[in-house]
Nanobody
Framework: QVQLVESGGGAVQAGESLRLSCTVS????????MGWYRQAPGKDRVFLGK???????TYSDAIKGHFTISRDNTQSTTWLETFNLVPEDTARYYC??????????WGQGTQVTVSS
């Protein structure tokens, strides 16, 4: 059974940073591209960026320079590091497997709340 577990969210002040993690089990993580998304209250879930199995990350224009995606295949974990958070970053953050073939899987998400 494939499981994705996010953690690291919380309530922070504007300007602070958080490091979100996503640990994967039940599948060979080393071959998996991974994506990060977020969903703000009342809005659609949006793509933030993804990282391939070799550790090369690409980002949406909206967050380029604001967030960084990394991974460690030995820990079956990918991270989303968020910098200088603003209230508009308040959302639930999700990771997702990004396989081209087969079923992809989502984590349950981790909540980030940024106050001004």
């Amino acid at each position: 059974q494939v499981q994705l577990v996010e953690s690291g969210g919380g309530a922070v002040q504007a300007g602070e940073s958080l490091r979100l993690s996503c640990t994967v089990s039940g599948i060979d993580f080393r071959q998996l591209p991974m994506g990060w998304y977020r969903q703000a209250p009342g809005k659609d879930r949006v793509f933030l960026g993804k990282i391939n199995n070799l550790g090369v990350a690409t980002y949406s224009d909206a967050i380029k320079g604001h967030f960084t995606i990394s991974r460690d295949n030995t820990q079956s974990t990918t991270w989303l590091e968020t910098f200088n958070l603003v209230p508009e970053d308040t959302a639930r953050y999700y990771c997702k497997t990004e396989m081209r073939i087969g079923q992809n899987h989502w984590g349950q998400g981790t909540q980030v709340t940024v106050s001004s």
